[in-house]
């Protein structure tokens, strides 16, 4: 199951940096995964400073 990223971002964009596959890019209003591409690592989760991302 791919992360997801939730309404706490901040777009920050250090997950974006961490990410193995380049699944995260800047969205709209915030940073978003593409599910097709997140193999599940969750370097990305760690790097986040507000706790926003998380398995969906």
Sequence with gaps: ?????N?????CGS?????PVSAISQGDSQFVIDADTCIDCGSCAGQCPVGAITQG
Excluded: F, K
């Excluded at 199951?1 to 990223?5: E, K, Q, S, W």
């Excluded at 997950?15 to 990410?19: D, L, P, S, V």
């Design 1 to 5: 199951m791919a992360y997801v990223i």
């Design 7 to 11: 309404d706490s971002c901040i777009s």
């Design 15 to 19: 997950c974006a940096g961490q990410c």
